[in-house]
């Protein structure tokens, strides 16, 4: 099985988001490099079990819920993706996006 690192750096940016602190803090709290945070959470290095678990802990995440789908194609990563930060918004934030998308989608249509 070859994991998608893209897909955990996602994931990794997503709740050091909602956590609220950049990549500096971040870096500076786990004793890691900005560099190092930056180039995980494009996906263009590779995370030894340990820090991932460290960084796991201080997101306050499992593991398992920053590897989750890794493997799946692209497309079904975008949809759990997409799902996942929807799910985060709040209600208003929803119908707002939802609203949104509505006339994306009757725009596009009509070109």
């Known amino acids: 099985m070859e994991l ?8 990794i940016k997503n709740y050091r ?13 786990l004793y890691l490099s900005v560099g190092f945070i930056s ?3 494009r996906g263009i290095c590779k995370v030894s079990l340990d820090t991932l678990g460290n960084i796991a802990e201080y997101l306050e995440c499992s593991i398992a819920s920053i590897l989750e789908g890794s493997n799946q194609p692209s497309s079904a990563f975008h949809q759990s993706e997409f799902l996942s930060l929807y799910e985060a918004l709040s209600p208003e934030d929803q119908k707002l996006f939802f609203a949104m998308i509505v006339a994306y989608s009757k725009q596009k249509n009509e070109l």
């Open 4 to 11: 998608n690192y893209q897909i955990i750096g996602n994931r």
């Open 17 to 29: 988001r909602i956590k609220g602190v950049t990549q500096e803090k971040m870096a500076e709290d």
């Open 39 to 41: 180039q995980l959470e």
